[in-house]
């Protein structure tokens, strides 16, 4: 299947800067996630088949304003 082609191809990427890959996202967009260090990312982000090198970043969510939105403001968050 092309899910198992894409997961091939991010293992030889990964091979090629000499990191392994921590997870792969193959549904809503190719790419994978690694530990690398400045001189592996940098080797990414030179090779043309990778669109973007980007660090992890902790976010904190914010869901305030989300449950009215989606119609999920009514007792345990179900629709009100």
Known sequence: AYTDHLVQTHRQIA???GT???ADFT???NGFAAKLTGEQAGALAGDRR???VSPD???KLD???SPTFLG???PDGESG
């Open 15 to 17: 091979d090629q800067v």
């Open 20 to 22: 392994d890959v921590a």
């Open 27 to 29: 549904i809503a967009l």
């Open 50 to 52: 990778v669109a973007l």
């Open 57 to 59: 970043e902790a976010l």
């Open 63 to 65: 869901t305030w304003e």
């Open 72 to 74: 999920l403001a009514g």
